[in-house]
């Protein structure tokens, strides 16, 4: 079946570094892929998303790239801000299903100090 | 424009016991999918509802039941709790034709089975 892997979290960084989280994916059709957001105390947001190979999402000066020989989707920033701590999650979907059976990575806790 | 709402935000039951959560879509959304999210880990699909009927199902047993009501709301049921029914309950909403690849969730349902 599908799954989604990110890397184990927290990531700890100071304000204005450069960010990565990787994601990795395995899919038995040619999935679209997302990175959703969570900030405290609110519902996951969705940040970007792609929908075939070597499409790039970006939103918020985020940004992610579509890498089917790699399988792989990770997230990067080139400038970090406090406001950007939250849980990012990677996930996958299938057009067919209207991407509502989303399969998500367990999600990585990203932290940002002053 | 009210966004996806779910109730109650937090509640806590024993073992055996039943619960039920309940959620309104965003307004012009007529699709409704569940996921539950344990503790650390990412959103598990539970089910979708469109047209009052479920559509499709994720891996979870017969004890997880749902509804959804002629508004388009939808209420997730879960019977005989287990203390591995902990989790955070998450309702999202789409519209069936406007399929932009985005989900739109609540904040969600904090249940404790003790």
């Known amino acids: 079946g599908d799954s989604v892997t990110q890397m184990e979290g927290p990531v700890t960084l100071s304000e204005e570094a450069f960010l990565t989280i990787n994601c990795t994916y395995t899919?038995?059709?040619?999935?679209?892929l997302f990175w959703y957001v969570q900030y405290p105390g609110e519902g996951l947001q969705l940040l970007l998303k792609?929908?075939?190979?070597?499409d790039k999402g970006s939103n918020k000066g985020f940004e992610a790239t579509y890498r089917k020989e790699t399988t792989s989707f990770h997230l990067e920033k080139g400038s970090v801000q406090v406001s950007d701590s939250a849980v990012y999650f990677c996930a996958l979907g299938e057009r067919e299903s209207g991407y509502s059976t989303l399969t998500f990575g367990k999600g990585t806790m990203l932290l940002v100090s002053p | 424009d009210a966004g996806v709402t779910q109730s109650p935000t937090h509640l806590i039951k024993t073992r055996g016991q039943q619960v039920t959560l309940r959620c309104s879509p965003k307004?012009?959304?007529?699709?409704v999918s569940w996921y539950q999210q344990a503790l650390g880990q990412g959103p598990q699909f539970i089910f979708q509802?469109?047209?009052?009927?479920?559509?499709q199902r994720g891996n979870f047993p017969d004890r997880f039941s749902g509804h959804q009501f002629p508004n388009y709301s939808s209420e997730l049921n879960v019977n005989a709790l287990l203390l591995g029914d902990s989790a955070l309950y998450l309702c999202a909403s789409r519209s069936e034709i406007k399929r932009t690849g985005e989900l739109f969730f609540g904040e969600g349902s904090r249940l404790t089975v003790l």
């Open positions: 307004s012009g959304h007529d699709t």
């Open positions: 509802y469109y047209e009052e009927e479920e559509r």
């Open positions: 792609a929908t075939k190979a070597d």
């Open positions: 899919a038995t059709g040619y999935p679209s």
